[in-house]
């Protein structure tokens, strides 16, 4: 049965005039209510503790839109939020800017908004200032979702790839794969999908804690497109070190496991979406551990590495589980397509 | 004759591989040098001179990219910039966020990237953040993009809905309907269209000086998506005063109403793209028409109208040429999709 016009996006829903304004104070205000937003300011005001801030940015293009474990909306929050959290910085505001096609269904716009106001809620972030722009059909799929946003600095915390020396260690907060595989097994409509769930969370109350409780953090990142595989050779490329990992200290879910040897992915490749790395001096480590097996977001945390001098050419090393020693490389990046 | 596949934007340039990085490094980094990007950094740290900001973000859909004045690389910077200066805010630095179809060719996103860049360098804003996404061919229309902007708030400066009373001048920077009619214009390859020529343009150093110079601008706006009618139309709703204007007081090039004329478009609705509507104390408004029309942006401005008390309803009348009344209503929306 088909739907009637008016239960779905118009063009004219991006037009500036009355649809647009309706479209806004109906559905989209309603849901982020704070001082910033309410008279609809060309840009928010903000006041921050502090005057030094980070600032990021992310497009989020997944498809499917929902996905098992969350859907874009979700995945724009908290992906954006983990960038601020993994560079030190505490999650203030976020802007939203959707570009939606002609067409696309009112009830799917707002189970995304509820989603993006849920994840803000859940952070204790805040929406405060957006745009939302139409095209016609065939000229985007759906949706398309950025999110900016602002933290300010936790106090004393600077991290960084000069930071890292030799024998730090490398701490990775949970398993790997999660994300990327549920997405992609809900696009090829395989059958184990249901036991797939994207690990799509906001990391920054569990690095927050970290930052707070110890002082040997030296970098965080949070590996989604490229997975655990490009963000330690970005550690290496970036310090010049190598980074020794044991693939037997590797979390993984025996789902995601056997998903990926089925679909012939490596599952070093394939993006997160509730996870980061931390690189941290050795006599915390044991410490950064502990503190993430006692978050929720961190139970499966592992210490999965070290950093070591470079002899010949920096790299990324990892001791198999059957007792060689493969080179990890930098993943080419045509293997998962809008994942986020 | 067809492009080399090496000539165009693959898939897998969005993926987060090697090829990700060679296109954020070959090509968007080089464009944007400044220490904030340099390392990559999941999020930009900004030392800000004030813990006040403004806060900001646009999506650019436009179709065509290119146009007579401008394409949506120019427009992605301006357009951010321009809702920072109506806010009464100094733009300090930009995110950017690309949304690339496969197969864009390599040398129109580096005309884009090179237009970015330019506008960028010459209102003195720097691109601190960002991030690129590809999706399938056919899955977006070569390329939108995402900025968004935070800046500081100039000093002493408070502008809001609230601040507007009976009495208060109406200024407008310039003529109006010039980006909307260029773009529409040049989509409909009608043949005007090299006369037609959009106002893109950044605003900042325009209303940073009326706001350095004199004390009494109150409220300030772009008008955008909508027009002037839009824009009009808000600032009676919100301040539930009527807004008089007077038609013949409002510059529009002959081209422009021409062109309008003949498509059967209301100037009032079309979208402008630098320019700016002030609404300032009765006391300073000839001062702040002063620095405009000595200002490069603004040599055209105008004094429009006033704000008067509602007797009945809050309202947006213009006295027409002819010697009539006409309400100006707030457009509906579906005239010109993807014009910014």
């Not at 910085?89 to 096609?101: G, R, T």
């Not at 995304?112 to 204790?124: G, M, V």
């Amino acid at each position: 049965m088909k739907q009637n016009k008016h239960d779905r996006i118009l063009l004219a829903h991006g037009g500036g005039g009355k649809l647009s304004d309706e479209l806004i104070r109906k559905y989209i205000l309603p849901r982020f209510k704070n001082p910033a937003l309410e008279k609809l300011p060309d840009a928010a005001t903000l006041n921050l503790d502090s005057n030094t801030l980070a600032f990021t940015t992310d497009s989020y293009v997944v498809k499917p839109l929902f996905f098992n474990g969350g859907d874009i909306g979700k995945l724009a929050v908290c992906g954006t939020i983990n960038d601020l959290a993994v560079a030190g910085a505490k999650p203030v505001a976020l802007s939203l800017s959707l570009i939606i096609e002609e067409g696309l269904e009112f009830s799917v716009l707002e189970r995304i908004l509820d989603s993006i106001a849920r994840a803000a809620d859940d952070n204790d972030v805040a929406i405060v200032t957006g745009d939302t722009k139409t095209v016609e059909a065939g000229a985007a799929e759906k949706i398309f979702i950025n999110t900016a946003g602002i933290g300010t600095r936790i106090e004393g915390v600077t991290l960084g790839f000069d930071k890292i020396a030799p024998g730090d260690k490398i701490i990775l907060s949970g398993t790997i794969g999660d994300h990327g595989m549920t997405v992609i097994s809900q696009r090829k409509d395989i059958r184990f999908q249901t036991q797939l769930k994207s690990d799509c969370a906001a990391l920054a109350s569990l690095t927050g804690e970290l930052l707070d409780k110890t002082a040997g953090v030296k970098f965080m990142r949070d590996p989604t497109r490229g997975g655990l595989a490009a963000t330690l050779n970005e550690i290496s490329k970036q310090t010049r070190l190598t980074v020794q990992i044991s693939e037997a200290d590797i979390p993984v879910n025996p789902t995601v496991r056997a998903a990926a040897d089925m679909l012939g992915f490596d599952v070093l490749n394939i993006a997160n979406e509730g996870k980061f790395v931390a690189v941290v001096s050795p006599d915390c480590a044991d410490d950064c551990l502990n503190i993430c097996r006692n978050h929720p977001l961190g139970k499966q945390a592992a210490l999965i590495g070290q950093i070591t001098e470079t002899t010949d050419l920096p790299l990324v090393e990892m001791a198999t589980k059957i007792g060689g020693k493969r080179i990890v490389q930098m993943p080419y990046g045509r293997e998962l397509p809008r994942i986020c």
